[in-house]
């Protein structure tokens, strides 16, 4: 491999529906591991993966806004959104490796569980190519059974060191252990819903939002597309 003489810059996907304290920590602490100079949320349009979000796009850009303001690591891009069709993170990492340019290095945040599922994604052997894959899990856990084609891949990419990532501009795999905070969207849904305090798992100023905007009440699911 040879050097590079760009800091790496981390891509954190999701649905962010809503986003919370647990995005948040995740990006902060592969960041500190990895020493990212930035890591760019960006929010799904059509997830391939998913089921369809229950808020509207431009909800979920708007508390991913709020959440990482403030802190000047993180930034938000919203490409996905504005895209046709489904989102694959095959072509939003081929849209930013275009633009960033051959010799930045990349790096793909995922938790333990999706990159347990990474074989099933669209062109997935190629993501390789365009990016380091960082795997976030609890402290002491270990990853579990894999498919023989994704285990093959682990321990052909497998990288101990951090400093994996600003060596190459991608092709690595680096496992990251982070405070275990377990908070899902899902639930957090279902507490709003159920009029019970969501306070402590997301930022305050995704709350009010959320609040002042009366989301994931049962009357108002997948109604946001007229907001």
């Not at 960033?100 to 569980?113: F, K, R, W, Y």
């Amino acid at each position: 491999m040879s050097a590079v003489n760009h800091s790496a810059i981390g891509i954190l996907g999701g649905t962010f529906d809503p986003v919370h304290l647990g995005h948040l920590r995740l990006a902060q602490e592969v960041a500190d591991a990895l020493g990212l100079s930035e890591v760019r949320f960006i929010p799904g349009g059509t997830p391939p993966h998913r089921a369809t979000p229950q808020t509207a796009v431009a909800d979920r850009v708007a508390m991913v806004r709020l959440a990482i303001d403030g802190n000047p690591l993180f930034a938000l891009d919203e490409r996905e959104t504005r895209r046709s069709g489904k989102s694959y993170t095959f072509d939003t990492l081929s849209e930013v490796r275009t633009e960033l340019g051959a010799a930045c290095p990349l790096v793909l945040i995922l938790g333990a569980d999706a990159f347990l599922g990474f074989e099933t994604w669209h062109r997935w052997r190629e993501i390789f190519a365009l990016a380091h894959v960082a795997v976030a899990h609890r402290p002491g856990s270990v990853l579990g059974a894999m498919p023989p084609a994704l285990a093959d891949e682990f321990e052909r990419r497998r990288s101990g060191e951090a400093q994996a990532v600003q060596r190459a501009a991608s092709g690595a795999i680096i496992e990251v252990p982070i405070t275990a905070l377990d908070i899902s969207a899902t639930k957090v849904r279902e507490m709003v819903r159920a009029r019970r305090s969501a306070r402590y798992l997301l930022p305050p100023a995704v709350l009010q939002y959320i609040n002042n905007n009366q989301l994931f009440l049962k009357e108002n699911i997948n109604h946001g597309a007229a907001r």
